[in-house]
């Protein structure tokens, strides 16, 4: 039986969680998906229930076109609300991971250069499939 090295030992546990880390991927997916679906279901009873109010409600009472005009202003107005709130938590979201990505990239060429400054033969920046 070998020796265990010190590379063997890091090997070890790094696998250990490049695993776990790729395990948890899906449940990122899943809970952004069911987030997602939650929230579409909101929207689509929210209208089912406005629809509902107004068959039994305000089909009684004489609304006028100004009435409907001025809904129709204001949920045009709360509608670009929330869709510049949807674009911002986008952009938000998506400027996150690229500075997450950007500070992995800048570590690992950090000691990709940090190994080739110790290491006689040079080091590809390429890697292996786990």
């Known amino acids: 039986m070998e020796k265990p090295s010190i590379t063997d030992t890091m090997e070890k546990h790094t696998m250990e969680l490049v695993k776990k880390f790729e395990s948890q991927v899906p449940l990122h997916i899943k809970s952004f998906s069911d987030f ?53 938590a986008t952009e938000f979201f998506k400027g996150y991971l690229t500075m997450r990505l950007s500070m992995m990239e800048s570590y690992n060429k950090f000691v990709l250069d940090f190994a080739n400054q110790i290491k006689p033969e040079k080091i590809s920046t390429e890697s292996e499939p786990i």
């Open 36 to 88: 997602s679906r939650e929230y579409l279901k909101l929207l689509e009873q929210s209208f089912k229930i406005n629809c509902s109010v107004e068959k039994k409600i305000l089909s009684k009472m004489s609304v006028d076109e100004k009435t409907i005009k001025l809904l129709d202003d204001y949920l045009e107005g709360s509608s670009k609300f929330y869709s510049s709130q949807i674009d911002m």
